[in-house]
């Protein structure tokens, strides 16, 4: 888990160039591992879909 003061941090800060924001997970705050289709970190989207709280995913099998 990322420090409360680094999250703060960089949701207040806007960065001069748009492409230097950092994408974080809004339920974890981690920086690394983000899905954008589910605007969340890969630790977070599986945890939910394994509880069924994500529409449309299920676990995939073959």
């Not at 800060?13 to 339920?27: E, M, S």
């Not at 981690?30 to 394994?50: D, I």
Request: net charge positive; with cysteine.
């Amino acid at each position: 888990m990322p420090r409360k003061a680094k999250v703060v941090k960089d949701l207040k800060h806007f960065p001069k160039y748009p492409t230097r924001q950092k994408n974080r997970c809004p339920i974890c705050g981690r920086p690394r591992g983000f899905l954008r289709r589910f605007n969340m970190c890969r630790l977070c989207f599986r945890e939910m879909a394994l509880s069924g709280e994500i529409t449309g995913v299920r676990k995939s099998s073959w």
